[in-house]
């Protein structure tokens, strides 16, 4: 249930005294495994976190919508028939697009005043701008008394990322945000977008959240250039096999068989998407039978993978994952996300997380500019709405 007292009393101070009618709980995701696979029709692993981003929603009577967000003290306006086009600010482009896409599928969108305070961090790879996407379009909908299937929502809430905020990103974040369960990871097939909820029994263990506080941009980072070199790898590798209409068909000894075919760095890139596929499936088969040695592994290879294969890790992530790596009671530990700064994770045992923090404080904090933000997460249930 959504029920905080001090965020009505922000949303009634922001919005002159108005009352708030609704509250939608929007996750953050961590991926568990499976990075950089979902635009190459792979699998990916994650859990809706348990920190999440929140909507306070309330009807208004001038035919406009109006946004508050509480990160950047900014409020942005737009005609709720005509919610305009991409521009400044830039947070404001994603609830613009699924504004508009909502109008385009034929939604009546109502006025209404929206206020967004969000646990989860941003720029920290754990997807805060679809838990802005899925939050926002959740809290327009119940303001217009319309629903739209999950699916639906989080395809839609892609497209408005793609078209609105020029970020090219796979459907995993969306997919998470309205699907999670508790205590559950989902395996997602991102070509089918056929899914499975595999259980999550942690027992006596629990995942660490350390972010970097080095921020990413996706959309204007090296993330289209690794789209890009999968392409490449991809319509080299179709000349020699027809058949393959995506990295995910491709198996490490066809991949292996033509290294010397295409550039080194691009046989890099195909080779982390084309182990990291493998890695996600044997992965979700180590939680189905609750292996977290194995699992724990997995994180390990998937992040060298990130870092050597794929080069999208940093020396802050790098030396997290290493750090955890030296802490009994660690199963596993890795980058998660885009890259390029943001989280990285590690799933340990619960009795090793003041070590694993005293560690992280002495030999990390004292390195770099930035000290870690170390939190616990889980798996939760994704959003929600819920009248007030």
């Not at 005509?82 to 109502?110: D, H, I, M, S």
């Not at 802005?132 to 379009?137: N, Q, R, S, T, Y």
């Not at 699992?295 to 290879?301: H, N, R």
């Amino acid at each position: 249930m959504i029920h905080n007292n001090d965020l009505t009393t922000r949303y009634r101070h922001t919005f002159a005294n108005a009352i708030p009618t609704f509250a939608v709980r929007s996750p953050g995701r961590i991926n568990l495994i499976g990075e950089h696979t979902d635009y190459n029709d792979g699998f990916v692993l994650p859990i809706a976190m348990t920190q999440a981003l929140l909507v306070l929603a309330g009807p208004a009577d001038d035919e406009h919508i109006e946004v508050h967000s509480s990160a950047f003290g900014e409020t942005v306006r737009f005609p709720a028939r005509e919610p305009g086009f991409p521009g400044q600010p830039n947070w404001a482009n994603y609830v613009r697009g699924v504004a508009t896409l909502l109008v385009k599928q034929g939604c009546q969108l109502r006025s209404g005043r929206l206020w967004v305070d969000s646990e989860v961090p941003l720029g920290g790879g754990v997807s805060s701008s679809a838990a802005l996407e899925i939050g926002v379009a959740l809290a327009l909908l119940a303001l217009a008394g319309e629903h739209m299937e999950p699916i639906s929502l989080a395809l839609l809430a892609q497209q408005a990322e793609h078209e609105y905020a020029n970020s090219p990103c796979g459907i995993m974040d969306q997919f998470i945000c309205v699907l999670g369960q508790a205590n559950h990871a989902l395996l997602l097939d991102c070509r089918s977008q056929t899914f499975e909820q595999i259980p999550l029994l942690l027992d006596d263990a629990t995942m660490i959240v350390m972010n970097t506080q080095v921020k990413h941009a996706i959309g204007s980072s090296q993330y289209p250039i690794r789209q890009q070199q999968c392409r490449e790898a991809l319509a080299r590798l179709q000349s020699f096999y027809p058949q393959v209409t995506a990295l995910r068909d491709v198996s490490f000894t066809m991949l292996d068989a033509h290294r010397h075919d295409m550039n080194p760095t691009t046989f890099k890139r195909a080779r982390h998407v084309v182990t990291e596929i493998e890695r996600t499936l044997q992965a979700a088969q180590a939680l189905r039978q609750n292996e977290l040695e194995t699992f724990g592994q997995l994180m390990y290879d998937s992040h060298q993978s990130l870092k050597n294969d794929y080069g999208v890790s940093c020396p802050e992530l790098d030396h997290l994952v290493e750090i955890a790596k030296g802490i009994e009671g660690v199963y596993g530990a890795r980058m998660t996300g885009g890259g390029f700064g943001g989280c990285a994770i590690a799933l340990i045992r619960r009795e090793a997380e003041d070590t694993l923090r005293s560690a992280i404080a002495q030999q990390y904090d004292t390195r770099f500019d930035k000290p870690a933000i170390v939190y616990t997460t889980g798996a939760s249930d994704g959003a929600t709405v819920q009248a007030l």
